[in-house]
């Protein structure tokens, strides 16, 4: 057998894709109410309503009548 120097301990290919800051990468869709930037990506469809305004929609909501 010829002796050659080749560690193939790990086989795999390199992976150098490494996103630093992963939730800057989309921006956020701001608020239908307050204009404040919510936690929903620009892409979501409907009405964005920042935590604080979906929270008061709901509260609204339930006491309509
Ligand atoms: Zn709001």
């Known amino acids: 057998m010829a002796a050659?120097?080749?560690?193939?301990?790990?086989?795999?290919?390199?992976?150098?894709?490494?996103?630093?800051?992963?939730?800057?990468?989309?921006?956020?869709?701001a608020c239908v109410l307050c204009g404040k930037p919510t936690d929903l990506p620009d892409s979501t469809p409907g009405r964005t309503l920042c935590p604080r305004c979906d929270w008061e929609e709901t509260v609204n909501s339930q006491c309509t009548g």
Do not use: K, M, N, V
């Not at 790990?10 to 996103?19: I, L, N, V």
């Open 4 to 29: 050659g120097a080749e560690p193939t301990d790990q086989t795999g290919p390199a992976d150098p894709s490494d996103p630093a800051d992963p939730s800057d990468a989309e921006p956020r869709a």
